[in-house]
């Protein structure tokens, strides 16, 4: 019989594929899970953030000079309509890709803070960074404080409800260097984000990122891996996703 009294290992924080490079285990200082994966690691917290502050943040984020937030249908709301609103505290955009000739609007809406000069470019658009502000700064310093990495821009993206996407990528731009270390802090509506591997698709997970949820992607995993935040017809409020990078200058 084993020792009763032996350290046990906590549970998966959620499924994992079975096969070699694969594991999990309990960070007691960090309270989350270290998680290794072939070409790549993750730190996942489900409740980094306190509640009551996370809900503050999802008011951070809305409010504006003309509109309830509590009670707007963003999806009602053109795009080109969001500098009117006069947001307070981030200046929320609808970026467009060209395809075919044709201009498409993203699905989801985006904002992009940083230092001086930590341009971004993503799917043929770029973006120059808004100034930081407080609340971004606050998430940011909370974030290096216990991750150690440290970051000079944050891209936002507003998931208006579960018609709102994101699809298959990976985050490797040359502007993030080598094997970027990317923290990405989530509030509001829980959403699945999926990864996927690049030699072998059926290799998938799907990790709940709930209101107040840190997930840290690390090592080499940007090289083998993939994600993608899917469409969801029974998520009906907004989920919003900060994802603090560091751009090579």
Known sequence: MGDLFA???????????????FGWHWNDRLKGYDVDLPGGALFYAEHFFPAAWSDRMVAYLQENQRQDWRTTDW???????????????????????????????????????????????????KSDPNP????????????????????????????RDGQDSLNWHADDERELGDDPVIASANFGATR???????????????????????????????RHWKHA????????????????????Q
């Not at 935040?229 to 090579?248: D, E, H, Q």
């Open 7 to 21: 350290p046990t290992q906590a549970p998966a924080p959620f499924a994992l594929p079975t096969g070699e490079g």
């Open 75 to 125: 999806r009602d709301v053109p795009g080109d309509r969001l500098d009117d609103l006069g947001f307070t505290n981030i200046r929320w955009k609808q970026d467009s890709l060209k395809l075919y000739g044709k201009s498409i609007p993203l699905p989801r809406l985006t904002a992009w803070y940083g230092d001086p000069g930590a341009a971004y470019t993503y799917s043929g658009i």
């Open 132 to 159: 930081w502000n407080d609340g971004l700064i606050h998430i940011k310093n909370r974030i290096e404080s216990v991750v150690g990495d440290s970051y000079n821009c944050v891209l936002l993206n507003w998931y």
């Open 192 to 222: 699945d984000f999926l990864l996927r591997r690049n030699s072998d698709h059926s290799q998938k997970l799907t990790i709940p990122l709930k209101h107040g949820t840190l997930l840290v992607m690390r090592g080499e995993l940007q």
């Open 229 to 248: 935040v899917p469409k969801r017809a029974t998520v009906g409020g907004s989920r919003f996703n900060l994802t603090f990078r560091n751009i090579r």
